[in-house]
């Protein structure tokens, strides 16, 4: 999935455009090596919803595409592309506001995922699961 699917993923779970429907299909690429590796990493093109989300800010997600880019997104904010990398198999960085934030991978299934991230002297978990689909943002509370 490139930059451009998961801009136009995120604006359908949004609803824009939702008078439009266009038919899609799937394209062969001459390139396999893409494909082997993100069989082979679960982390990968996925959208993870944060499982432990404060009830009042919904949605949260991160989506770490193969390309090097991570999007992340929720319910109640703007979305943003960083750059993203994998450090090492149980460890992943990106950069957010010209910072470079660390994160060791404490758990990673196909449906689950759990980041340590190191902010500073402290430690936060959060905790994700891939989105079924489909996926609609729950209303904000007021």
């Known amino acids: 999935m490139d930059t451009k699917a998961a801009i136009l993923a995120l604006m ?6 939702s008078a439009v429907t266009v038919p899609v299909s799937a394209q062969e ?9 993100d069989r082979s990493n679960p982390l990968l093109n996925k ?4 499982a432990d989300a404060d009830e009042a800010l919904p949605g949260p997600m991160q989506i770490f595409l193969a390309d090097g880019t991570l999007v ?16 090492s198999d149980s460890a992943i960085s990106w950069d957010e506001d010209g910072m470079t934030i660390n994160a060791d991978i404490a758990s990673l299934t196909e ?3 759990v980041l340590n991230l190191k902010l500073g002297g402290d430690m936060l978990e959060q905790r994700f699961t891939t ?8 209303d904000m509370k007021k």
């Open 12 to 17: 359908s779970v949004w609803g824009v455009g």
């Open 29 to 37: 690429t001459e390139d396999t090596t893409d494909d082997a590796v």
């Open 47 to 50: 959208v993870w919803i944060r």
């Open 72 to 87: 992340t997104d929720s319910c109640w904010e703007t979305y943003r592309l960083s750059k993203w990398q994998q450090v």
């Open 111 to 113: 449906t689950e995922l």
């Open 131 to 138: 989105a079924e689909v489909p996926y609609v943002c729950p």
